[in-house]
């Protein structure tokens, strides 16, 4: 390697040998079964994650927008009511309450976390006329937010919590993995995130066994029993018995990659300049999904990353309320945090495959911003 080759900004394909040789194994395994969609390695998975989240119920669906517009309907919501979301973190909640013909209702966040905050959503929840159905917290980037103050807030007011972990998965608090402290949590297998499939896939995981019974219903066509459809929202959200034989391969390795992902970013942290910050601290309560700078010289910072060879991505570009497609999202509440972050983001190629030289390069780079 030259110093000259580019960085990625992620790299699929360096899969360690070892997980490859079990994935191989497990495929091959799946293809001789005959057994393709939610078979024994689908239901296995289902309890190995429930396990590890210690959360009593784990239901395996399609992707993870569908996890999420499942646990929103498992929880009550449905045409019409309005459901509250930030606005900077992908737009994921806002399609998800759009498929259930609700409101989408955009909250700021911190501009110390760019996360949720319980302030901002108790002026969200008492802004609106009629309480909001739901509220989705987005644990953004892998960071936690104030989960514990928040579901507090949302008790007062009736309002169910649905705890978005598909950029938080593994990140624990107090012994508590995300996604355990509201009402029901979502995440998604989508290849890049920290526990990623070879293909689509995504999780609803609760300890209430009635909300978790109405996703099993939903995600099978809303059958009761076979060809007996008893509930309404049903559609198809099946996870692939190949995927989940990869994933439950993959598992053991979430916490020590995790690990990887925080090393890499505190040594970011540690070499970045003046003139940008980065966020989140090296902690257990952050998975280091994302390592993201702040700044208000972004194209500048961006353009030095690209001279030096590095690859870098904006998350996310377009605030939910700015996108052209969701014109009815409420701009009763100011978002000018979530429209300067839109601005400020960069966010650093963080992946547990980095090479020591690819991170050593990465901290030069940084340390003259
Ligand atoms: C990736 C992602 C989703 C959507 O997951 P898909 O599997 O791509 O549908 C939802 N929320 C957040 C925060 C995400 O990062």
Known sequence: MTPYDRIPFNDLSRIPPDQLEQVEAAVASVVKSGWFVMGPHHDAFERELASYLGANEVVAVGNGTDALELALAAVGVTVGDSVLTVANAGGYATVASRLLGATPVCFDVSPYTLLADPVSVRNAITANPVPPKALVVTHLYGAMAPVEAIVQ???????????????????????????????????????????????????????????????????????????????????????????????????????????????????????????????????????????????????????????????????????????????????????????WAATAVLSLPVFPELTESEISRIESALAVL
Request: proline share 3%.
């Open 153 to 339: 807030v949302a008790r007062e007011y009736g309002v169910a919590v649905v705890e978005d972990c598909a950029q938080s998965l593994g990140a624990h608090l107090n012994g508590k993995q995300s996604g355990t402290f509201g009402d029901i949590a979502t995440t998604s297998f989508y290849p890049t995130k920290n526990l990623g499939a070879f293909g689509d896939g995504g999780a609803v995981f609760t300890d209430d066994a009635e909300l978790a019974g109405r996703v099993r219903r939903m995600r099978q066509y809303g059958w009761t029993s076979k060809y007996r459809i008893g509930v309404a929202h049903g559609r198809n959200s099946r996870m692939d018995e190949i995927q989940a034989a990869i994933l439950q391969v993959k598992l053991p390795y979430l916490d020590a990659r995790n690990s990887r992902r925080r090393e890499i970013h505190a040594r970011y942290a540690a070499a970045v300049g003046g003139s940008a910050r980065l966020l989140h601290g090296a902690t257990n309560d952050f998975t280091a999904h994302l390592s993201v700078l702040v700044t208000d010289e972004r194209d500048r910072v961006r353009k030095h990353l690209t001279a030096a060879g590095i690859d870098t991505d904006i998350h996310y570009p377009l605030p939910d309320h700015l996108q052209a497609f969701h014109p009815e999202v409420s701009e009763a509440i100011d978002l000018s945090v979530s429209e």
